[in-house]
């Protein structure tokens, strides 16, 4: 998507050969106009799919599900939660998960409530680098006995894993923009 690789370029900047930084406008500072342009695209992509829930987990992917849901007729978003809180339900799904940016593993829980059987799922989430979170999601969908119609990702870092293990897989993976490289002067390179 031209319109996401641009704003990468020119408001994005790489730290390192790993970290992306995109808090101008996808993480942080939201530009709610790329996240209609991205939902228009993810629509395209997953026409016909019969999505009728998107699943995320927070917090960065709670934001772009809440504009993707418009073009889903306005599906309902369910995130996983990372931290247990008294407002929880006691009846959830659990999946493992290990986050790369802050170097913990922590469990992500789904109410029972929100996501059930016969529902077709479609994931949405910011980046896509190891893939886990994508797992533990995945995980959560199957628990549930739902149907994975697919993974929607805006940012996925080509150069690690988590792509490549997802489609090899099975699983349809749309990522907006593919970063394959992110060199030591700090270009970025897309697929």
């Given at each position: 998507m031209d319109l996401l690789k641009q704003k990468i370029v020119e408001e994005g900047s790489a730290s390192g050969k790993?970290?992306?930084k995109v808090d101008a406008?996808?993480?942080?500072?939201?530009?709610?106009?790329?996240?209609?342009?991205?939902?228009?695209?993810?629509?395209?992509?997953?026409?016909g799919q019969g999505v009728n829930k998107l699943l995320t987990i927070e917090t960065s992917g709670i934001a772009?599900?809440?504009?993707?849901?418009?073009?889903?007729?306005?599906?309902?978003?369910?995130?996983g939660k990372k931290n247990v809180s008294l407002n929880l339900d006691k009846e959830i799904y659990t999946s493992e998960v290990y986050s790369f940016t802050k170097q913990t593993t922590y469990q992500v829980m789904?109410?029972?409530?929100?996501?059930n059987a016969g529902d077709r799922v479609l994931i949405i989430d910011d980046f896509l680098a190891n893939g886990k979170a994508v797992e533990a999601l995945k995980?959560?969908?199957?628990q549930?006995?739902?149907?994975?119609?697919?993974?929607?990702?805006?940012?996925?870092?080509?150069?690690?894993?988590?792509?490549?293990?997802?489609?090899n897989a099975g699983v349809k993976l749309e990522s907006l923009a593919i970063v394959q490289e992110m060199k030591e002067d700090g270009t970025i390179v897309f697929d």
């Open positions: 790993e970290i992306l406008f996808l993480n942080h500072q939201l530009d709610v106009r790329l996240f209609e342009a991205m939902g228009e695209e993810f629509a395209r992509r997953f026409a772009i599900a809440a504009v993707v849901a418009k073009y889903f007729d306005y599906c309902p978003v369910v995130f789904v109410s029972k409530k929100y996501l995980d959560i969908v199957e549930a006995g739902a149907t994975l119609v697919g993974v929607g990702i805006a940012i996925e870092k080509g150069f690690q894993k988590g792509g490549k293990e997802l489609r």
